[in-house]
């Protein structure tokens, strides 16, 4: 039976088995058998496999697919576990198709291409380190709950959301406790020639400063994360809690002697208590929601990974 004239013209697309050779690796090459080019018509009539009658007919460069940078066939890559102080080789040189491995965007729209101490240029996927690098990218702070990708749904990514705004801010407020405030004693003794009675003399008074450390200011923003907490899903809310525990369990009173303050002015009053509040809820949740068994058990994990100071010592076996 002869060829009709339409599948004559039609082109034969000839796929490699031979991966030693092949410079391509993981990118997908699309032929376009719309236009004939030049060199098409001088390899008309190659034959590639004599035994099998197969010849090629017609051949065009064809147009490369979005691919990530190590799989680029335009420009050499070289590989290694964890280097990120500057672009290896060639590697920061990009196509228009290069995606970023650790952003999954554009090589061309990343920031971090090439700055030094991260150079996501270097990034493939052969390496530990910069699959790592991914998943946080990918996952956010839900990475410290060792949570699969495939794990996270948009409740959890949600919850992921509100607790690294959280953290950013809890950040701000607890540098201002660490600052402190300068206060003078209300009587002091005053040791000056003439000797005025206590707490009259302004030069004393100087002397006699001491920096008072409130722990209101961050007790009061933790107090409204959790009450907005609570207004939210089972898994968004489990993730804030446990997030505001880890980040509240690392807040250290610089005070080199006890101060008498009040129960949220003193952070070895106000921490317990606000992780007696968190405790509480997550105990409750755990019991009544029908969270999957891998996710309770990492929740579990995690908090009882959190490291707690000795004025916390009481919710060490909870």
């Not at 060199?39 to 691919?67: I, R, W, Y």
């Not at 699959?131 to 409740?155: H, P, S, W």
């Not at 402190?180 to 005025?196: A, Q, V, Y």
Request: glycine share 4%; charged share 25%; hydrophobic share 35%.
């Amino acid at each position: 039976m002869v060829p009709s004239k339409k599948e004559q013209e039609q082109s034969v697309i000839l796929i490699s088995d031979d991966e030693a050779e092949s410079t391509l690796g993981n990118s997908v090459l699309l032929v376009d058998s719309v236009e004939k080019s030049a060199l098409g018509e001088e390899k008309s009539a190659e034959v590639v496999d004599e035994e099998c009658e197969l010849m090629v007919t017609f051949c065009k460069q064809a147009k490369v697919m979005p691919h990530a940078r190590y799989d680029c066939t335009m420009h050499p890559f070289e590989r290694m576990e964890c280097d990120t102080c500057s672009p290896l080789g060639k590697n920061a040189d990009i196509c228009n198709q290069c995606y970023c491995y650790i952003c999954d965007k554009l090589a061309s729209e990343c920031q971090n291409w090439t700055t030094p101490s991260l150079c996501h240029c270097n990034a493939h996927n052969k390496s530990k380190f910069w699959k790592e690098q991914r998943d946080f990218a990918l996952a956010g702070v839900l990475v410290m709950f060792n949570l699969e990708l495939t794990d996270i749904d948009t409740d959890l990514r949600h919850g992921g959301s509100l607790l690294i705004k959280f953290i950013q801010e809890l950040s701000v407020e607890y540098n201002k406790y660490l600052i402190g405030k300068r206060m003078s004693p209300t009587k002091h003794e005053c040791f000056c020639l003439p000797k005025f009675p206590p707490g009259q003399c302004n030069t004393c008074r100087s002397r006699n400063m001491e920096t008072v450390y409130r722990y209101s200011g961050v007790f009061a923003l933790v107090t409204r994360f959790l009450n907005e907490a609570e207004r939210e899903s089972p898994k968004a809310a489990a993730v804030m809690f446990l997030g505001a525990a880890k980040e509240i369990a690392l807040h250290k009173d610089p005070a080199l002697s006890w101060q008498n303050l009040g129960h949220t002015d003193s952070l070895k009053i106000a921490v317990p208590c606000l992780l007696q509040r968190i405790t509480t809820q997550l105990q409750r949740m755990l019991v009544l929601c029908d969270f999957p068994k891998s996710l309770y058990e990492k929740f579990v994990n995690f908090f009882q990974s959190i490291s707690l100071p000795c004025h916390c010592f009481g919710f060490s076996n909870r």
